[in-house]
T-cell receptor, first 115, second 116 residues
Framework: ETGVTQSPTHLIKTRGQQVTLRCSSQ?????VSWYQQALGQGPQFIFQ???????GRGNFPPRFSGLQFPNYSSELNVNALELDDSALYLC??????????????FGPGTRLTVL | GNSVTQMEGPVTLSEEAFLTINCTYT??????LFWYVQYPGEGLQLLLK?????DKGSNKGFEATYRKETTSFHLEKGSVQVSDSAVYFC???????????????FGQGTILTVHP
């Protein structure tokens, strides 16, 4: 069984640019969540996708957007990058069933540096 | 809103010492509680979990008990090893009306270093 994978591993961008991060969920999982982990901090929830629709969003501006595809893989897009967007971006997949909490499996993350 | 508070770190111990990392939470309803571990350069791994009051989660010698009366979920291990050196995160997940399946709210993390 393949775990959660993310690409790229590292990325360097400059202020104002746009970036797309990718996540392949674990087999059998229909829910993908994205988290931002700033250096020395705990992960912060960005948003979650369940069966291709956004299902909950954290306190992040609209320039953070996402997609989930029919195979349940997902993209995180960030427009107009700011220096504070520098962080480790984590993707987690899980099986979603209404009203039930399921274990989330995390990928290794993408380290984004904004210069 | 939901929040998780962990004890300030870093924590430095000698091998075979007893470990406690404190975690308290604020949440509406009945959250599930988790401990995640992050080894250097890696993503998060679930260490243990508890889904209702008085449940004890355990794994690899680590334990934590869901205490609703004190809103706590402290992590303990009787004898730590050098290989336990990592960052430990306490987290909670609450659901309401079937939405936000398992959105996790994390504490700030506690760095544990174990010396031989």
């Amino acid at each position: 069984e393949t775990g959660v994978t993310q690409s790229p591993t590292h990325l360097i961008k400059t202020r104002g640019q746009q970036v797309t991060l990718r996540c392949s969920s674990q087999s059998g999982h229909n829910t993908v969540s994205w988290y931002q982990q700033a250096l020395g901090q705990g992960p912060q929830f960005i948003f979650q996708y369940y069966r291709e629709e956004e299902n909950g969003r954290g306190n992040f501006p609209p320039r953070f957007s996402g997609l989930q595809f029919p195979n349940y893989s997902s993209e995180l897009n960030v427009n107009a990058l700011e220096l504070d967007d520098s962080a480790l971006y984590l993707c987690a997949s899980s099986k979603g069933v209404a009203g039930e909490v399921h274990e989330q499996f995390f990928g290794p993350g993408t380290r984004l540096t904004v210069l | 809103g939901n929040s998780v508070t962990q004890m300030e770190g870093p924590v430095t111990l000698s091998e075979e010492a007893f470990l406690t990392i404190n975690c308290t939470y604020t949440a509406t309803g009945y959250p599930s509680l988790f401990w995640y571990v992050q080894y250097p350069g890696e993503g998060l791994q679930l260490l243990l979990k508890a889904t209702k009051a008085d449940d004890k989660g355990s794994n690899k010698g680590f334990e934590a008990t869901y205490r609703k009366e004190t809103t706590s979920f402290h992590l303990e291990k009787g004898s730590v090893q050098v290989s336990d050196s990592a960052v430990y995160f306490c987290a909670l997940s609450a659901t309401a009306g079937g939405t936000s399946y398992g959105k996790l709210t994390f504490g700030q993390g506690t760095i544990l270093t174990v010396h031989p």
